[in-house]
Nanobody, 124 residues
């Protein structure tokens, strides 16, 4: 599967932004999906994940209540709605797909496919 992330940009603190990840292929609903981010000089960190049907989601603690992950298995997209953004949310955001039914979903190594990333910059 190929992933294409979009929607990044510059936003003021307290603002909102919606990222979208478009997936190619006809088996999108067989992939567990996740969003990660990487700030300059830092390791890639987990943001959120969503199961195959969209009925199960998980978030990093610092994103709970501010970010919402969703997917559309007809359009083959997974979105990340971000609100109440903070300057520390500035990073390149990546979508990822996992074909495995197992594994800790917050670990990058458990994902097989990655999008190219989209930059989110939050100004103070």
């Amino acid at each position: 599967v190929q992933l294409q992330a979009s929607g990044g940009g510059l936003v003021q603190a307290g603002g909102s932004l919606r990222l979208s990840c478009a997936a190619s292929g006809r088996t999108f609903n067989k992939y567990f999906m996740g969003w990660f981010r990487q700030a300059p000089g830092k390791e890639r960190e987990f943001v959120a994940s969503i199961n195959w049907s969209g009925g199960g989601t998980n978030y990093a603690d610092s994103m709970k209540g501010r970010f919402t992950i969703s997917r559309d298995n007809v359009k083959n997209t997974v979105d990340l709605q971000m609100s109440t953004l903070k300057p520390e949310d500035t990073a390149v955001y990546y979508c990822a797909a996992s074909s495995s039914p197992w594994g800790i979903r917050s670990l990058p190594r458990n994902y097989d496919y990655w999008g190219q990333g989209t930059l989110v910059t939050v100004s103070s």
